[in-house]
């Protein structure tokens, strides 16, 4: 499954039709993760909370190509995109191994082939440097094989 | 010195964050206000307590690799009204992952290093903890344990009237001695940090955790998610029953 998160605004929706198996557009209208476990140990890969991302766990972890677009905020996601990805580590159980020799939790869902994510907007070298390690990072944490990461210069690059 | 403490923790109660939040303010002493940040609501509550201050601390849990949405919003509130207000503040950042190696918060560290070059404010460093929730387990356990010492030494004094029962005794100081243990890492550099704050110096960036080996971690963090699985039903919701 191929899986797109973006946060270009909804007129971008129409053209990422078609390019993947389910398109997620990161609106911001949705309940930051409150931390409570739920989704590992109350009703496992659910959030308490009912709202579009009820289930948006089930979605990332089964993608074998989770593509983010996102605009960049101090070498990291955008508040909209990282409160998917936040609300999203239902796609793991609570019980731990290691990957990349770090403690990481098991995957409920098996490994996927890459994350892919393209961030576009004012940069500092610095937060180049951090996201494309973040990028990585969340490679290994989500159990991707593959972490890649490309600057836009403008949101348009993508298209 | 004026610090502002904000808690990130989105949690309402007994939160990791606001345990180690509680005491960095209370090794830093002086004139402190504390500020809970659980969602746009609080932004502008807390943004006018930067007009005040000197530091603003942050204590927060770390979420997939980076920082909760919730504070990512409120960052960047804060750089918009501290360009606009000429604002310029030492930052100095805690947070806490539930992985047990403190290195794995390196990549919020950068992130708050980077929000503070483009709001113009000082980035002063902080303490990436790992293991940040069994110590916030056992400090709520110690509480537990203390009152059965009390149980203890009340049931002993009128059955007995051993108003001083040595083994309560023995068997509290162990569990405070194994809390201690276990949270010298943060203690230390909480110290350090607090240190740092009253001189409005730069800390550098730290890293510590529950001090014990990772095998031993992981196994004791599973049998806690198996037995809070088993009173909430999740073994038998999502780990038993069909993969959805």
Not at chain 1, 1 to 18: A, C, Q, S, T, V
């Amino acid at each position: 499954m191929h899986l797109i998160i973006h946060d270009m605004g909804p007129e971008y929706d129409e053209y990422f039709k078609g390019k993947a198996d389910k398109i997620i557009s990161a609106n911001g209208k949705y309940a930051p993760c409150q931390g409570c476990f739920g989704c590992w140990t109350k009703h496992p890969a659910e959030c308490f909370m009912k709202d579009t991302l009820y289930t948006v766990c089930r979605d990332v972890g089964r993608s074998d190509i989770l593509t983010i677009i996102t605009e960049n905020c101090y070498g990291a996601y955008s508040p909209q995109v990282k409160n998917i990805l936040d609300r999203s580590i239902g796609d793991s159980t609570p019980f731990s191994t290691y990957r990349g020799k770090q403690m990481h939790h098991t995957l409920r869902y098996g490994m996927g082939e890459r994350i892919e994510v393209f961030a576009y907007g004012d940069f500092t070298d610095d937060e180049e440097k951090t996201f494309t390690e973040m990028v990585q990072r969340n490679a290994y944490n989500f159990g991707y094989r593959e972490g890649r990461f490309t600057r836009l210069e403008t949101k348009e690059d993508i298209l | 010195m004026k610090t502002l403490l904000i808690n990130g923790s989105p949690k309402k109660k007994r939160s990791v964050s606001g345990f180690f939040l509680d005491m960095e303010s209370l090794f830093i002493g002086g004139e402190r206000k504390k500020e809970t940040l659980r969602n746009k609501s609080d932004h502008e509550r807390i943004l006018t307590k930067l007009d005040d201050t000197d530091n603003v601390v942050f204590c927060l849990p770390l979420y997939v690799d980076g920082v909760p949405s919730h504070v990512l919003y409120f960052m960047k509130d804060m750089e918009a009204y501290c360009r606009e207000k000429n604002i310029h503040v030492n930052i100095y950042v805690i947070s806490n992952g539930g992985f047990i190696e403190g290195r794995q918060n390196a990549w919020l560290m950068q992130v708050f290093e980077n929000f503070c070059k483009r709001s113009d404010n000082t980035w002063c460093g902080g303490i990436g903890i790992g293991g940040g929730v069994m110590l916030n387990v056992m400090r709520i356990l110690l509480v537990v344990y203390a009152g059965i010492l009390l149980l203890n030494i009340v049931i002993n004094g009128v059955a007995e009237g051993n108003w001083l029962p040595v083994e309560a005794f023995q068997n509290f100081g162990q569990q405070a001695f194994m809390t201690l243990f276990f949270s010298c890492g943060v203690i230390f550099y909480e110290l350090l940090m607090a240190g740092s704050i009253r001189k409005g110096k730069v800390f550098g960036v730290r890293f510590t955790r529950a001090m014990m080996p990772s095998f031993l971690f992981i196994l004791v963090a599973d049998i806690f998610f198996v037995i809070t699985s088993i009173f909430q039903g999740g073994i038998f919701r999502g780990w038993l029953s069909k993969k959805e």
